[in-house]
């Protein structure tokens, strides 16, 4: 998102807040309500060590699938989005306490009950703009065996197997998402969970029912699938999921994104739309091989359940509203290489862009980006990140607490288009932006 650094900048290191505490029962300060179990995990703590933690206390604690992203930082203040989400929601719902510094200097604890303007803030609003976090409190869950479905094509496939595989993946999503899973889809794979009673309690029966037609498409194309029931998430996570963590260097990595509302995956023709775009980003050289999508909206498994009682819900979060009636957070993903010219960045961004205005199109008037893993060169951003009345209230209380704008970075709360693109501050960002629109005939508020 280009934030982690800039010309003139200051950047407070929080890595080495590490304190983690559990607590069987927990009390904010001001409130009277026990929320129960939690874990108060300094600003630095990183979700593997978290993940360790919580399991040596019979318990889970949502956090990022990397090991090494810290589940206190920014990834929850962005509002917190993984793989057991569309049971148990996201960081950002979950979070009942911070403890921050605020930039007149002030230690301040915020809850619902105490600084509750802050607290709407923090889940959701956005890391760099509010304070500096010193650690949050969590709503943890009690440690019990999860499905899981691990189906995989061979990396080799052609763009057209692709395509039907994404096909396939578009057209039972909505049915995994209403029986309470969720993860990753891609171009090659399918990677699930499901931590509800029904697809735990019978050795798996029902998790490889669900994944039946995936598990005979990879198959029949040389794949593999394990669909089964293990002990505990931490079991998958050291079994499953660190062994694949590596990350390639030399390459500047850049997506776009947008949250996919469950009314697009409920008819043939939405269906459909969504299969358009991906043949359409194909033609300008998105290879569909390389697609990757996180399903790790919140509440998913509740609100396709039972629709009605879920409209009547509310949660206190500053994210967008399309988190809660999305099933997909879409995402196309390019990179270029680290010493490219400063003209194949812009071809680059160009084509990213373009495939950004596509995907809302697609998408339609009810949809939003998810604020750490959007397009930082899209319009319209602040409808996008908070919807509208959201971003009115981020920035009243943005003003409040940091009247001088001390706190700031590349299209966060209280960035201003035409003040600070064509700023000396933001120079790099601001030149490529104004020469993608220019390509594309777009303004910032367009």
């Known amino acids: ?65 990397s090991p090494t992203v810290a589940v206190s930082g920014g990834w929850l203040v962005g509002g917190g989005h993984g793989v057991l989400g569309p049971v148990y929601g996201m ?66 496939i052609s763009s057209e197997t692709a395509l039907e595989w994404i096909k396939l993946l578009v057209d039972e999503s909505l049915e995994w998402g209403r029986q309470g899973w969720g993860g990753h889809v891609a171009g090659t794979y399918v990677t699930h969970f499901n931590p509800t009673p029904d697809y735990v309690s019978d050795n798996g029966t029902k998790a490889r029912a669900s994944f039946q037609r995936v598990t005979d498409f990879a198959l029949s194309h040389g794949g593999t699938s394990n669909v089964a029931v293990y002990p ?52 300008i050289g998105f290879n569909p091989v390389n697609f990757y999508t996180p399903v790790t909206t919140p509440f998913t498994y509740q609100r396709l359940q039972d629709p009605e009682s879920f409209a009547t819900r509310t949660f206190g979060t500053s994210l967008t509203p399309a988190w809660y009636r999305s099933l997909w957070h879409l995402q196309t993903i390019g990179s270029m290489a680290w010493n490219s010219s400063y003209q194949d960045r812009v071809d680059f961004i160009t084509d990213l862009t373009n495939s950004t205005v596509q995907l809302e199109a697609v998408a339609g008037p009810n949809a939003g980006s998810h604020f750490n893993e959007a397009n930082p060169f899209m319009t319209g951003w602040q ?7 959201n971003y009115e209230k981020l920035l009243k209380i943005k003003t409040k ?46």
């Open 383 to 389: 409808e996008s990140y908070y919807g509208r009345e």
């Open 91 to 156: 960081g950002a719902d979950r979070v009942v306490e911070f403890r921050i510094v605020t930039p007149d200097g002030k230690e301040r604890t915020v809850n619902a009950c105490q600084n509750p303007d802050l607290f709407f803030a923090l889940r959701g609003g956005g890391g760099s703009s509010f304070g500096v976090i010193l650690s949050a409190t969590h709503s943890v869950i009690p440690r019990e065996p999860i499905a899981f479905a691990d189906v995989h094509l061979p990396s080799n």
């Open 1 to 65: 998102m280009t934030r982690n650094s800039g010309k003139g900048t200051l950047s407070l290191w929080t890595h080495n807040l590490q304190a983690m505490e559990y607590r069987e029962s927990f009390v904010p300060q001001g409130c009277s309500k026990d929320v129960g179990r939690v874990m108060i995990v300094g600003a630095g703590a990183p979700s593997g060590d978290a993940h360790i933690f919580a399991d040596k206390h019979d318990s889970v604690i949502l956090g990022p699938y």
């Open 401 to 446: 607490y940091d009247p001088e704008n001390i706190l700031t970075c590349w299209k966060c709360i209280g960035f201003e288009d035409k003040r600070d693109i064509p700023s000396s501050r933001y120079r790099c960002q601001g030149k490529l932006q104004q020469d993608v629109y220019n390509n594309l005939g777009l303004t910032p508020s367009s």
């Open 232 to 283: 505990n998430w931490l079991y998958i996570w050291n079994t499953f999921l660190l062994p694949l963590d590596t990350m390639q260097g030399g390459n500047m990595g850049m997506g776009s994104s947008r949250l996919i509302p469950d009314e697009l995956f409920a008819t043939e023709q939405g269906r459909e739309r969504l299969m358009s775009y991906f043949r359409s980003i194909a033609e």
